[in-house]
């Protein structure tokens, strides 16, 4: 079965400072990864995905992902925090092929950004 | 572009009143809809997804149903609230035609309190 795991309930930062948000997953066949971002009493929107191809991914707000196969990771980076930053980030993988489209969602890691 | 709308964005309710939450998405056909329910700010459970008009998939058994009118209208409801029905209920669509690697877009939530 897929699943997807954060390991921190939540990350601190200072601003102008790198972020790494953590994410790992397991899954059988090829990984479809997503990150989202929640801020308060709003939706999540989506920040960037892995489908296939560079392990690199860039995304939304200055956000990338790094995939790698070997440690099952798909960590959020940003290479200079902003305060603005501060949310609540969740990971997800794309449940068994199909049409359906299921995600099944980390518990998510709050990110705050301290000036 | 695309487009999705949840009403109302709060809701205060008694126990034992029905309940009734609506989305709709434009800009697109055929969606994949999607009911989460995120308690206390944190992890997402699927309640129900459908892949068609008239097609529900529940994931939980539970006091909730779900409902697919038409197309691009998805609705939660309820005959009798509990106070576990609390929360914050978020829809989402993906695209159902271009298959599971498109990410799922979020509307903004109707937080539900139930006194």
């Known amino acids: 079965a897929q699943s997807v795991a954060q390991p921190e309930d939540q990350v601190n930062v200072a601003e102008g400072n790198p972020l790494t948000v953590k994410c790992t997953y397991s899954v059988s066949g090829n990984p479809y990864l997503f990150w989202y971002v929640q801020y308060p009493n709003r939706g999540l929107q989506f920040l960037l995905k892995?489908?296939?191809?560079?392990?690199l991914v860039k995304g939304s707000y200055g956000f990338e992902a790094e995939f790698n196969k070997s440690q099952t990771s798909f960590h959020l980076k940003k290479p200079s925090a902003l305060v603005s930053d501060s949310a609540l980030y969740f990971c997800?993988?794309?449940?068994?092929?199909?049409?359906?489209?299921?995600?099944?969602f980390g518990q998510g890691t709050t990110l705050q950004v301290k000036p | 572009s695309q487009t999705i709308h949840q009403w109302p964005a709060t809701l205060v309710q008694p126990v034992g009143s029905p309940l009734s939450l609506e989305c709709t998405v434009e800009g697109t056909s055929n969606p994949n809809l999607y009911w989460y329910r995120q308690a206390a700010g944190r992890g997402l459970q699927l309640l129900f997804y459908s892949v068609g008009i008239g097609q529900i998939s529940s994931e939980v058994p539970q006091n909730l149903s779900a409902s697919r009118p038409q197309d691009r209208q998805f609705i939660l409801s309820s005959k009798k609230l509990l106070l576990s029905d609390s929360g914050f209920y978020l829809c989402?669509?993906?695209?159902?035609?271009?298959?599971?690697?498109?990410?799922?877009?979020f509307g903004d939530g109707t937080r539900l309190s139930i006194l």
């Open positions: 997800a993988v794309r449940d068994s092929p199909g049409n359906t489209g299921k995600l099944i």
């Open positions: 892995y489908i296939t191809g560079d392990n």
């Open positions: 989402a669509w993906t695209s159902g035609s271009w298959g599971s690697d498109q990410p799922q877009h």
